[in-house]
């Protein structure tokens, strides 16, 4: 299956977990591309995630919102492709403030799909590559009580998060059918590895695993997911990007069901801490227990995970306990405020995190 030649790469939310982890491995894999990381660096946007390719030729970044037009048009100009990780992704925060979901996932991606279509028009009639990639999430199709949701499987969000998230895929794809802008859209497992901002499950518990601090658990801690390695998913969005299907969607899955108690456990385990740091705390609203992908569409492109469940949680545990320089000024100020609001009530105590 051929490649296209992707010269220039916009990477939009590339200050974040999975963008950033997107911008260095695309860097790294295609030694004649140049790629612009677009971002607005809000809470969970950290420039220092970027660290390792800033003084990269090829790398260049521009600190503006998705919701503005004429500072997208501006980069767009000049690229081939649009990667966008930019979004607002934390379920709990979404519970307590959906606005700033629909802001940011709907009125955001709009303005970015527009001046995609804006700038490659002349480019697309005369049969140049283009690409534009929405990054989703697998939480779009909801619970899934049993077996595995292929990409035709019904949208059935629960949350302002996924069902932001779910909203935003519609909406790409919608700018396929009515304006023949070359999208596709990626949907991935719960992702984790190095500079996850602290508020995610996983990083939370390893951050608050090494000040010895209460891992809170929601309800008795059965949700099931899969977790899937930051460099695997940015594998997999750098194949749908070259050999994907425009108008397709892809799931990026992985394979090891692990329940809440059993993340805690193992992360506990590998920092050599007291189970005793687990705490049950009520559960949240509309939990959804149980994700599971089909990724068979993203297989036949050659994709394969790197990382299986030991080796990813291993993987991460091990970075966050070397890289305290990295975590520790992020849980501080305004993460702590958002976390007494989360979690204060739930724990019974004041808290610290």
Do not use: C
């Not at 994700?291 to 036949?300: G, M, N, P, T």
């Not at 469940?309 to 545990?317: M, P």
């Amino acid at each position: 299956m051929s490649e296209i030649e992707l010269a220039h790469v916009v990477v939009a939310g590339g200050a974040g977990f999975i963008g950033s982890a997107f911008a260095r491995t695309y860097l790294a894999r295609h030694p004649a591309a140049r790629v612009t990381v677009l971002d607005k660096l809000t809470y969970a946007g950290n420039p220092r995630n970027l660290d390792p390719v800033q003084d990269d030729p090829r790398f260049a970044f521009v600190q503006a919102d998705i919701a503005d037009a004429a500072a997208v048009g501006a980069v767009l100009a000049g690229a081939d492709a649009v990667v966008n990780f930019a979004a607002e992704t934390h379920v709990d925060r979404s519970i307590l403030d959906p606005d700033v979901f629909v802001t940011t996932n709907l009125v955001g991606l709009n303005t970015l799909l527009r001046a995609a279509k804006d700038a490659w028009g002349d480019a697309l009639a005369k049969g140049a590559p283009r690409r534009f990639v929405q990054v989703s999430t697998d939480e779009v199709y909801g619970h899934v009580g049993a077996g595995a949701s292929a990409e035709d499987a019904p949208l059935r969000p629960r949350n302002p998060y996924s069902a932001s998230k779910a909203g935003g895929d519609l909406l790409a794809f919608s700018y396929h059918t009515n304006f023949g802008l070359p999208v596709l859209v990626t949907r991935g497992a719960n992702t984790i590895g190095p500079y996850q901002y602290p508020e995610k499950a996983t990083p939370l518990f390893v951050t608050n695993a090494l000040e010895d601090l209460p891992l809170p658990v929601y309800g008795q801690g059965q949700a099931l997911r899969h977790y899937l390695y930051v460099d695997d998913h940015a594998a997999a969005v750098d194949l749908v990007l070259q050999r994907g299907t425009p108008g397709e969607a892809y799931n990026v899955g992985a394979a090891d069901e692990v329940n809440t108690v059993q993340l805690a456990t193992r992360i506990l385990d590998l920092l050599g801490k007291p189970h005793s740091l687990i705490r049950f705390v009520p559960d949240r609203p509309a939990h959804d227990y149980r994700y599971h992908l089909d990724s068979a569409r993203l297989e036949a492109l050659g994709w394969r995970r790197a990382y299986d469940w030991e080796r990813t949680i291993s993987t991460t545990v091990r970075w966050y306990a070397a890289h305290e320089d990295w975590w520790r000024p992020l849980k501080s100020g305004a993460y702590q405020e958002y976390y007494r609001r989360q979690y204060g009530e739930r724990l019974g105590v004041a808290g610290r995190a």
